[in-house]
């Protein structure tokens, strides 16, 4: 696997460790959705799940996409050791780094939304 402008900035690794943000954030949003409806909470403060149904969608995407979210915005990618970054050499790849980056943003903030609406909406 190598570095695509716009399409593939991370390695194995780095995948295997957005799947696991992807698996912490979707145990918090259970965690917290199953202890918003069980509890004697305001039907308004299941919109509390939205910021783990974030960390899910985020770690979720990017895995997908195998795509660092935060590397495509400072212009690096990494395909060897944890934490070991390369720059973009290309202004041009860089642009197109940045425009997947808030691509993936905006996917994860969309994805986070519709989870917090769907358990806001549940008629427990």
């Known amino acids: 696997m190598d570095y695509i402008a716009g399409s593939c900035n991370i390695g194995k690794g780095e995948i295997r460790r957005r799947q696991l943000v992807a698996l912490i954030g979707l145990v918090l949003t259970i965690i917290t959705t199953f202890g918003l409806i069980t509890s004697d909470s305001a039907k308004s403060a299941r919109f509390g799940v939205f910021m ?10 990017q895995s997908r996409r195998k795509f660092c979210l935060a ?54």
Do not use: C, H, W
């Not at 783990?52 to 979720?60: V, W």
């Not at 780094?97 to 989870?115: C, E, H």
């Open 52 to 61: 783990p149904a974030l960390i899910f969608s985020i770690g979720f995407i």
């Open 71 to 124: 590397y495509g915005l400072m212009g690096t990618f990494n395909f060897g050791s944890l934490g070991k970054l390369s720059r973009v050499a290309s202004a041009e790849d860089r642009k197109r780094d940045r425009r997947t980056a808030i691509s993936i943003l905006l996917q994860a903030l969309s994805l986070a939304l519709t989870i917090t609406l769907i358990i806001y909406l549940l008629p427990l």
